[in-house]
T-cell receptor, first 114, second 109 residues
Framework: DSGVTQTPKHLITATGQRVTLRCSPR?????VYWYQQSLDQGLQFLIQ???????AKGNILERFSAQQFPDLHSELNLSSLELGDSALYFC?????????????FGSGTRLTVV | LAKTTQPISMDSYEGQEVNITCSHN???????ITWYQQFPSQGPRFIIQ???TKVTNEVASLFIPADRKSSTLSLPRVSLSDTAVYYC??????????FGQGTTLQVKP
């Protein structure tokens, strides 16, 4: 157990639907990062939050949004789902001194859009 | 963002030492060199990180020459369970981690 909890582990949904992925960071970590990993794209950075505020954006589609709540858990919302959104979605967290401890990744949510 | 270049794949045999080299010609002064390991369908796992010279922990060593334009991850006496993708990244205290394609290491019996 890495300390980063992602739910659900698996999700199967139809095209056009909306889903929410949840991440609880490791205790004490203020930063949360979301990554998408598909077979043909590798690990793609989506978005970063620090203590409730958006810090950086990567290749995140307009159909996707995220937020970090006061208790530091984060949710990634994916809407108008397409077949190509099928992927593993990872959440990671890091402490203030990320250079010393690195990022800790969760075990991911596997999303299948049918 | 500074990029890294590493071999796409490597093969090795159990018990051998494996060295994976990474090039980062445009490394910035405040960048650290970080390596992650990823098994199929699992999140990446932090292995080791360094700024210069040599760093060693219980699983690997990281060698960084004085010019810091490259680095080498050394895995001593690999086993079948070390078969994974290994990512070399540059990280700072302010930047996000950008993953490349990594090196797929296949350890054979």
């Amino acid at each position: 157990d890495s300390g980063v909890t992602q739910t659900p582990k698996h999700l199967i949904t139809a095209t056009g639907q909306r889903v929410t992925l949840r991440c609880s960071p490791r205790s004490g970590d203020l930063s949360v990062y979301w990554y998408q990993q598909s077979l043909d794209q590798g690990l793609q950075f989506l978005i970063q939050y620090y203590n409730g505020e958006e810090r950086a954006k990567g290749n995140i589609l307009e159909r996707f949004s995220a937020q970090q709540f006061p208790d530091l858990h984060s949710e990634l919302n994916l809407s108008s789902l397409e077949l190509g959104d099928s992927a593993l979605y990872f959440c990671a967290s890091s402490p203030r001194d990320r250079l010393r401890y690195g990022y800790t990744f969760g075990s991911g949510t596997r999303l299948t859009v049918v | 963002l500074a990029k890294t270049t590493q071999p796409i794949s490597m093969d090795s045999y159990e018990g051998q030492e494996v060295n994976i080299t990474c090039s980062h010609n445009n490394i910035a002064t405040n960048d650290y060199i970080t390596w992650y390991q990823q098994f199929p369908s699992q999140g990446p796992r932090f292995i080791i990180q360094g700024y210069k010279t040599k760093v060693t922990n219980e699983v690997a060593s990281l060698f960084i020459p004085a010019d810091r334009k490259s680095s080498t991850l050394s895995l001593p006496r690999v086993s079948l369970s070390d078969t994974a993708v290994y990512y070399c990244l540059l990280s700072s205290n302010t930047g996000k981690l950008i993953f490349g394609q990594g090196t797929t290491l296949q350890v054979k019996p």
